[in-house]
């Protein structure tokens, strides 16, 4: 018999350090491989940035009630937002997509309305791709391609203790849509006769049909001569980011639940769901905010210029400290996430 | 109702150049879109090239007689082969898988020690990627990034009538290799206790399970002080790559049947099959050699050099003609091919 082990024992993260320590060759004008948020190349004059998703039918996305030309536009932002996270310029894009013969052409041209609208609103050309038949559901695999002046890149390692730790916009929306696009599909699939009850969730659902990958915040960073210490985009969720994020530095992280953003909106979809709109925040995923880390000193001009960057804790000399610290000041170990956690089943 | 128009209607050429024309944004540093074998990508000092290719499960690969470690090899191979095809250097790739959990920890690491193997053959590091669970069958995405001194680029189009046109190699194997094992499959099914009889076919089996990337024809060509006048590489068949050429061009081309290089060992297998070993050269695809025009002065440097570059035919002023010549002299048109003929069903 050959040895056979179960792929779920290693979880995602455990599956690609365990890829990345196989690997025997290494190029000469690779800066940065296996391990952020993009691959790092020396371009000469400048850093060539490339990442690559995939997104899998049934896994990342269930089409009983994600719209096509969402899809499209979600898995660009998704793309775009890796190239954001190491203070990158998006440019270009290939994508590939694996289809079965239940998409028509027409599916097919919705899909790419919604590739094109995100393109166009972040200014990057779909350059190239594939296209295949599949045997079953669509997988989409997008790379975003981009460049970052040299001085200015910024990675997931690179921070120091007690930088601030700074999260753009607001956290669990996302999640929190998805949990209501389920409820009701499984009210639908109870009885075919009801139609969706979205009214009032319109917020979060917006946060899980339409996020945007935030060039905003990058442009108003590079404004204001801050370069982050270290960078990651939240797609797995603010804990499990967080945690990647200390990883990277050979630090630790100290959170407060009083500073972690959560829109009012959220709060209310949360409550009506009976969840718990910190738990959203901390291991929803798929926000595609930026979490980044500063420097104490560039703390002031920040809160100078913008409301939509919160500091929500603490860079730790400890590397053994990933702390969230609650209203009540009890310090609770923040948990990583894995593998099956956007499975939609 | 909604228009419901069948994807096969379009075939896979006809369904790019749908996606292509649908685009709005064009960025200032893209040489080249959609439309040849990898995009070009101003980088400065030279241009940089990026192609991806998806190979899916039971569509480009049936994996019960593809080994995970030759998938693997040849999933890299078809990535190099896209920046070869630009005349350009290989240097970094990333890959993305997408599986389901019929697949252990153990067939991942067969899987990447054959990608592995590929980037040590090709010098080309892994820079990233992605891996996610899938529904249904294993998904590979890979995008192979290279560069290019500007002034050797080679694209689709540029060739000029009278070119020569040339071919790296021999032709056909791949595609005999695959009967080879869809014929022992059938034998297997029909009878597992059946053991398959490979003897003999190792040339073919080869050239399906192992192909290799020509970057020893581009350092020939680079060694001769030779850039072709035009270049794309044979995944789809002689016919249809030959087809794409002229087209680019807006020109002809005219091909002879005696100068079609073909293995003596794949005569020998088309015959045993009962199939024609022009057809499996003219149709089959998967060969990754090089398809590419030179001016007719360079003709002499690459006889007196290689005998691994066949002349086949000549570039013609006419775009309406795309003739294969038979030993008998008949002219027979070159049919081009679609997108369900690599389907292994």
Not at 19 to 41: E, M, N, R
Not at 115 to 137: H, M, Q
Not at 150 to 169: L, W
Request: charged letters at 25%; one cysteine or more; hydrophobic letters at 40%.
């Amino acid at each position: 018999m050959e040895d056979r082990t179960e792929l779920n024992t290693l979880g995602e993260f455990g599956l690609i350090e365990r890829i990345a320590s196989q690997q025997s060759f290494t190029h000469p004008l690779t800066v940065q491989g296996i391990g952020d948020d993009a691959a790092v190349i020396d371009g000469g004059k400048e850093y060539l940035l490339v990442s690559t998703e995939l997104l899998a039918e049934g896994v990342h996305f269930d089409l009983s009630y994600v719209p096509l030309k969402h899809l499209g536009y979600k898995a660009v932002v998704a793309g775009i937002s890796d190239i954001l996270a190491m203070n990158g310029t998006p440019r270009q894009l290939t994508v590939g997509i694996a289809v079965s013969n239940r998409f028509s052409i027409e599916a097919i041209d919705t899909l790419y309305a919604g590739i094109y609208a995100a393109c166009k609103e972040y200014e990057v050309e779909l350059v190239g791709g594939d296209t295949t038949s599949s045997r079953a559901g669509l997988v989409l695999s997008v790379t975003a391609i981009g460049g970052v002046e040299k001085s200015k890149i910024v990675y997931r390692k690179g921070a120091s203790a007690h930088d601030i730790i700074c999260v753009s916009g607001d956290l669990g929306g996302a999640y929190l849509g998805l949990q209501v696009l389920e409820r009701e599909k499984r009210v639908f699939l109870d009885d075919p006769e009801n139609q969706p009850v979205l009214a009032g969730h319109e917020y979060v659902l917006e946060r899980q049909l339409k996020p945007e990958a935030r060039v905003d915040i990058i442009r108003q960073l590079r404004d204001l001569g801050i370069v982050p210490t270290s960078m990651i985009d939240i797609s797995d969720g603010l804990a499990s980011d967080l945690r990647q994020l200390a990883k990277a530095s050979g630090l630790g992280v100290r959170v407060f639940e009083e500073q972690i953003p959560i829109h009012q909106k959220s709060y209310l979809t949360a409550t009506e769901l009976k969840l718990g709109p910190f738990t959203a925040a901390l291991n929803g995923g798929e926000d595609y905010e930026l979490l980044f880390t500063i420097k104490q000193e560039d703390y002031q001009k920040i809160l100078d210029h913008t409301t939509d960057i919160s500091f929500i804790g603490f860079v730790s000399p400890d590397p053994e400290e990933a702390l969230f610290i609650t209203k009540q000041n009890e310090a609770i170990p923040l948990a990583a996430q894995g593998w099956e956690r956007t499975d939609t089943e």
